[in-house]
């Protein structure tokens, strides 16, 4: 088993509609989460952490986690061309600076 | 700000060639990282290093060596590049626990 899974994808959505991904985790020792984006041909750029149960919004993404469902997801409101990218989803356990990354999912917005 | 320097963006080496890949940080990060991110595969660590002249294997070091002789220098060296170390490799470094900064990346072809 995966210890870090998104949905595949691709996913598109059309503009200004809100793009939801999702990550589920295998190691219930995780205690952060990142979601980073890429675009083709770019390395990755961090646009979300979390670390306590809920929500937490920057802008026009939010994330969410749920450490019971060993669930983290991303919403991005008001999806713009820009946010094309694939995004991954990245977590560590307490105590360890490594990240184990999911195979991301790629998004395609519309116009 | 922040910067993580890969002294490369594109490679092209014979099989059998030593390669080294290059990476400086110029943040005082003790922690750095090489993944290399494949198709379908995500991001997979190779080596880490958490203080000078140490190293630790990730989850694929097989062909694969490293060096840290300064603090801001993490090297990953290939000892006899093979066809299937084609592949984009990042760099990444971080101080404590606000996930990683990626250099630009090596997009490494091996022929």
């Known amino acids: 088993q995966k210890e870090v899974e998104q949905n595949s994808g691709p996913l598109s959505v059309p503009e200004g509609a809100i793009a939801s991904l999702n990550c589920t985790y295998s190691?219930?020792?995780?205690?952060?989460f990142f979601w980073y984006r890429q675009y083709s041909g770019k390395s990755p750029e961090l646009i979300m952490f979390?670390?306590?149960?809920g929500d937490k919004e920057d802008g026009r993404f939010t994330a969410q986690l749920n450490k019971a469902s060993q669930y983290v997801s991303l919403l991005i409101r008001d999806s713009q061309p820009s946010d094309s990218a694939t995004y991954l989803c990245?977590?560590?356990?307490?105590?360890?600076?490594?990240?184990?990354f999911g195979a991301g999912t790629t998004v395609t917005v519309r116009a | 700000d922040v910067k993580v320097t890969q002294s490369s963006r594109y490679l092209v080496k014979r099989t059998g060639e030593k390669v080294f890949l290059e990476c400086v940080q110029d943040?005082?990060?003790?922690?750095m990282f090489w993944y290399r991110q494949d198709p379908g595969l995500g991001l997979r660590l190779i080596y880490f290093?958490?203080?000078?002249?140490?190293?630790e294997k990730g989850d694929i070091p097989e062909g694969y060596s490293v060096s840290r002789e300064k603090k801001e220098r993490f090297s990953l060296i290939l000892e006899s590049a093979s066809t299937n170390q084609t592949s984009m490799y990042l760099c990444?470094?971080?101080?404590?626990?606000?996930?990683?900064?990626f250099g630009s990346g090596t997009r490494l072809t091996v022929v």
């Open positions: 990245a977590v560590n356990i307490i105590g360890d600076y490594k990240l184990s």
């Open positions: 190691d219930r020792g995780s205690q952060s």
């Open positions: 979390i670390y306590s149960n």
């Open positions: 943040m005082d990060h003790e922690n």
């Open positions: 290093s958490y203080d000078v002249k140490m190293k």
């Open positions: 990444a470094s971080i101080d404590r626990g606000y996930g990683y900064t």
